[in-house]
């Protein structure tokens, strides 16, 4: 089992620059900064590496003193982060000073296990260093003066959160860049040691963040009546039958011509996800029906070549008379590859979301699954007997598996294929070696007679 990771937790009132400090550690703009206040509402983890030492970073949404509504639950979110973590950072405005919920956090964290580094954010330049001393009233020790938005002390606030790691710290494989000095962003690796990356997607309100912490087994995400209450894409790591699987949670999906503002930068995520992921869940809320939304999303993911699981939540609030018609139609509007499976679930109760994880690695086996060649011919023979290609066709002399995740064929024909029959092929390619519910890519190429050569 991967030992566990030594943990970072970024925590702070609400626009102090959690989330812009995040960016500056990982080299890579992952986490959504803007001047608007509480953007960050989920505990969003990556992956830090500096000297040598690996750690995860733990983002949460702002402190706020006697929350409320969803208020409360992203408190939540941080004081569960805050009893985890091995180090903790606490981030101040350095410009605008201590302020009443800086004072309250600060005295919690007093009494914290746990080491507490003080942040003194948004000092640019060195004439504003002296507005730091008055962060001593804290009680926190020696404040660390960085401006996470220019990198300004970013290497000085890492030298500290590693000395302060503890020592049975390990590297750890999780999404992120790799940070020495100031160095550019380094590219991420999008899938470590084989783990299966599930993407849960969707329109706001429809029950992802529900269905994402019931996957997981422990509330990771913010849940709220609130539509579009996930604003960041959120990842958990859980192992199923040995194995490590990656759960992407995503902000609600809506067109760019509809997002403004932070909603814009969620709808990027969310494209972004569906890109990380292999294979997408697709989260329709069953009580209202497949909307034009919906069978866009489905369009994405099929553009980006990943499987599909389609997942019918809220179906306890469907008409029992209603129910067979509605399930037909979820099946043939979004289920956009043959076989795709369809799951009827209530994320609210947990009905039905033990038969989505066989499902999401069915799906997955079907994405990576690669065929031997002389299988491949033996279905391309047995097809063209039974029904044989157009007389302005010719027949197919050879096919061949080039990729997995998606199937890739190449498949050499000795004229050209018309689309109708290129369908009856990928049928019979996808019937006989089980691809379904994942995109199948087929590229036809002439192959010239010996004669003609």
């Known amino acids: ?31 959504i900064s803007a001047a608007e206040p509480g953007v960050t509402r989920d505990r969003l983890e990556r992956s830090v590496t500096w000297r040598g030492r690996s750690f995860l970073a733990v983002d949460t949404g702002g402190y706020v003193r006697a929350p409320k509504g969803i208020e409360a639950l992203v408190t939540d979110q941080a004081d569960r982060a805050m009893a985890d973590a091995d180090v903790i950072l606490l981030v101040v405005d350095a410009v605008v000073g201590i302020q009443e919920e800086d004072a309250a956090l600060a005295r919690q964290l ?35 003066a960085v401006s996470a938005l220019h990198g300004r002390g970013a290497g000085e606030l890492l030298d500290r959160i590693v000395a302060l790691l503890p020592p049975e710290a390990h590297v750890v494989r999780e999404a992120g860049g790799e940070l020495e000095g100031d160095s550019e962003p380094q590219p ?38 609130e539509a579009g209450t996930t604003r960041d894409a959120v990842d958990a790591v859980v192992q199923w039958d040995g194995r490590p699987v990656r759960f992407v949670d995503t902000a609600g999906f809506r067109r760019p011509s509809r997002a403004r503002g932070v909603e814009y930068y969620g709808f990027v995520r ?5 890109d ?12 209202e029906g497949v909307t034009t939304e919906d069978r866009r999303i489905a369009a ?18 469907v008409p029992s008379g209603e129910r067979a018609e509605r399930f037909v139609e979820i099946r043939e509007r979004v289920a956009v590859f043959p076989g795709a499976p369809v799951l009827r679930t209530s994320a609210r109760t947990g009905a039905g979301v033990s038969k989505v994880p066989p499902a999401l690695i069915r ?27 157009p007389r302005q066709t010719g027949r197919i002399r050879y096919g061949s598996q080039v990729a997995a995740g998606p199937p890739r064929f190449v498949l ?37 007679s010996r004669r003609a050569g």
């Open 363 to 389: 799906t997955h086996e079907a994405w990576s699954r690669r065929v031997g060649t002389a299988e491949v011919n033996r279905v391309l023979q047995r097809a063209q007997a039974e029904h044989p290609p």
């Open 188 to 225: 991420k690796a999008e899938s470590q040691d084989g783990e299966a990356i599930f993407g849960i997607v969707g329109r706001p309100n429809v029950g992802k963040s529900s269905l994402f912490n019931r996957l997981v087994g422990q509330d990771r995400a913010v849940v709220f009546e």
């Open 270 to 274: 969310t494209v972004q996800a569906i």
């Open 110 to 144: 007093r009494r914290a296990r746990s080491p507490v580094v003080l942040v003194a954010n948004k000092v640019d330049s060195e004439v504003q260093e002296p507005q730091t001393a008055d962060l001593y009233r804290l009680g926190l020790g020696e404040p660390v």
């Open 412 to 448: 050499f024909s000795s004229g050209p294929v018309p689309a109708a029959y290129a369908r009856f092929v990928e049928n019979r390619l996808r019937g006989a070696f089980s691809f379904d519910g994942v995109p199948i890519r087929l590229t036809f190429r002439r192959r010239r």
């Open 300 to 317: 994405r993911v099929a553009e980006a070549g990943r499987g599909l699981v389609v997942v019918a939540n809220k179906w306890d609030l």
């Open 1 to 31: 089992m991967t030992p566990r990771a030594a943990t970072v937790a970024i925590v702070g009132r609400q626009n102090v620059g959690k989330s812009t400090l995040l960016n500056r550690l990982l080299g890579v703009r992952e986490a």
């Open 276 to 287: 990380r992921s292999h294979v997408a869940t697709l989260v329709v809320a069953a009580d």
